[in-house]
Antibody, heavy 120, light 106 residues
Framework: QVQLQQSGPGLVKASQTLSLTCAIS??????????WNWIRQSPSRGLEWLGR?????????DYAVSVKSRVTINPDTSKNQFSLQLNSVTPEDTAVYYC??????????WGQGTLVTVSS | SYELTQPPSVSVSPGQTASITCSGD?????FAWWYQQKPGQSPVLVI????KRPSGIPERFSGSNSGDTATLTIRGTQAMDEADYYC?????????FGGGTKLTVL
């Protein structure tokens, strides 16, 4: 059974960097048949995919156009986890952030969600 | 950018059939996924690749996808099915979600 455990601060000041981590159990961040995603949800924007990282003989990333200039998703193979960094945040980035696995394109396991509030 | 459109709300009586639609340009040429989300919980995959059910999802959940519309159908709807439902597709290696539909069972 795959489990994704999120961690990180729930409050970030505007203009700073939002950082979250998703620890994986029951699978490997280096799996060649899975990818590791970050998704956020807010009342104004609904569910919004931010991007993913995956390993297929080398590491790849895909990012949403809406955040591409500000987002970085990195694997940490030593801890079997992956992270999200979102730079230059504004109150518009206030949302519940989820990590999720996609295996063969199915977003089949999700983390518990982390509410991140950006204070101005 | 690719967009998916869902009705904001759908109501159904217990035991009846609920249908939730998701519209997108030539959506039938892609696969569609469906997620159920109850208040305070993470989304749960209920239909993948148009019409497949993950293990543990009741048989009353089914899906179809043709033309510009994907449909999630819940037969014999139960009170526990009251939730928000989101459709999803992949477009050029990026994930697109619909705006969500609140299903009310009354």
């Amino acid at each position: 059974q795959v489990q994704l455990q999120q961690s990180g601060p729930g409050l970030v000041k505007a203009s700073q960097t939002l950082s979250l981590t998703c620890a994986i159990s029951g699978d490997s961040v280096s799996s060649t048949s899975a990818a590791w995603n970050w998704i956020r949800q807010s009342p104004s924007r609904g569910l919004e995919w931010l991007g993913r990282t995956y390993y297929r003989s080398k590491w790849y990333n895909d990012y949403a156009v809406s955040v591409k200039s500000r987002v970085t998703i990195n694997p940490d193979t030593s801890k079997n986890q992956f992270s999200l960094q979102l730079n230059s945040v504004t109150p518009e980035d206030t949302a519940v952030y989820y990590c999720a696995r996609d295996r063969d394109s199915d977003l089949d396991y999700w983390g518990q969600g982390t509410l991140v509030t950006v204070s101005s | 950018s690719y967009e998916l459109t869902q009705p904001p709300s759908v109501s159904v009586s217990p035991g009846q059939t609920a249908s939730i639609t998701c519209s997108g340009d030539k959506l039938g040429d892609k696969f569609a996924w469906w997620y159920q989300q109850k208040p305070g919980q993470s989304p749960v995959l209920v239909i993948y690749k148009d019409n497949k059910r993950p293990s543990g999802i009741p048989e009353r959940f089914s899906g179809s996808n043709s033309g510009d519309t994907a449909t999630l159908t819940i037969r014999g709807t139960q009170a526990m099915d009251e939730a928000d439902y989101y459709c999803q597709a992949w477009d050029s290696s990026t994930v697109v979600f619909g705006g969500g539909t609140k299903l009310t069972v009354l």
